[in-house]
């Protein structure tokens, strides 16, 4: 149990567009999603946190405007790149805990590789 | 300000040999500790946690991880290494207290399990 998807799992876009990833948890309730930002050989980036229905909380220093999320269903978040540019390129990764427990570790998902060109 | 330490960028192990990787943490308290591993183009995998009680953690394909608090380490161990187990491996930490339950993740550690 406890899966989560991602969608797409690679995308390559232009500069200027904008891109949106999906993550869903298949066989839970996911009251809580995290978005990660991956870059080569560094550990895993904390991005936003997102509550289902309510609005997403970011880290310092990470755009909200740029790093659209949303958390409308307890089994879909999705994050949108908007304008993208090529330092945006990197590894997403989104992760998903239920509200079964005080101590639920995060069930992640297999990630999604975006290239800006 | 939680944070956690692998001090060891890689760690290249004989198959059929022990392994160990290595986790310090600092946070104010009793913190959550887990281990996640994850393999190329891949998301992470989660292998175990501590949350209270005996020290020693087994985990998933054989890992355990062993809980010392006077030392605040969290060491990844195995007895046997495979080299299927040639992968990235993060140590994370949760405080135990607090409305936002952060996860701080290590840089990650690659192993490396030589036929």
């Known amino acids: 149990g406890a899966v989560v998807s991602q969608h797409p799992s690679r995308v390559i876009c232009k500069s200027g567009t904008s891109v949106k990833i999906e993550c869903r948890s298949l066989d839970f309730q996911a009251t809580t999603m995290f978005w990660y930002r991956q870059f080569p050989k560094k550990s895993l980036m904390l991005m936003a946190t997102s509550n289902e229905g309510s609005k997403a909380t970011y880290e310092q220093g990470v755009e909200k405007d740029k790093f659209l999320i949303n958390h409308a269903s307890l089994t879909l978040s999705t994050l949108t790149v908007t304008s993208a540019h090529p330092e945006d390129s990197s590894f997403y990764i989104c992760s998903a805990q239920g509200a079964r427990g005080l101590v639920d570790e995060q069930y992640f998902g297999p990630g999604t590789r975006l290239t800006v060109t | 300000a939680q944070s956690v330490a692998q001090p060891e960028d890689q760690v290249n192990v004989a198959e059929g040999n022990p392994l160990t990787v290595k986790c310090t943490y600092s946070v104010s308290g009793n913190p959550y500790l887990f281990w996640y591993v994850q393999y190329p183009n891949r998301g992470l995998q989660f292998l175990l946690k501590?949350?209270?009680?005996?020290?020693l953690v087994k985990g998933s394909y054989g890992f355990e991880a062993e809980f010392n608090k006077s030392q605040t380490s969290f060491h990844l161990k195995k007895p046997s290494a495979l080299v299927s187990d040639s992968a990235l491996y993060f140590c994370?930490?949760?405080?135990?207290?607090?409305?936002?339950?952060?996860?701080?993740f290590g840089i990650g550690t690659k192993l490396q399990v030589i036929p």
């Open positions: 994370a930490v949760r405080p135990r207290r607090g409305g936002y339950q952060k996860v701080t």
């Open positions: 501590y949350i209270t009680g005996d020290n």
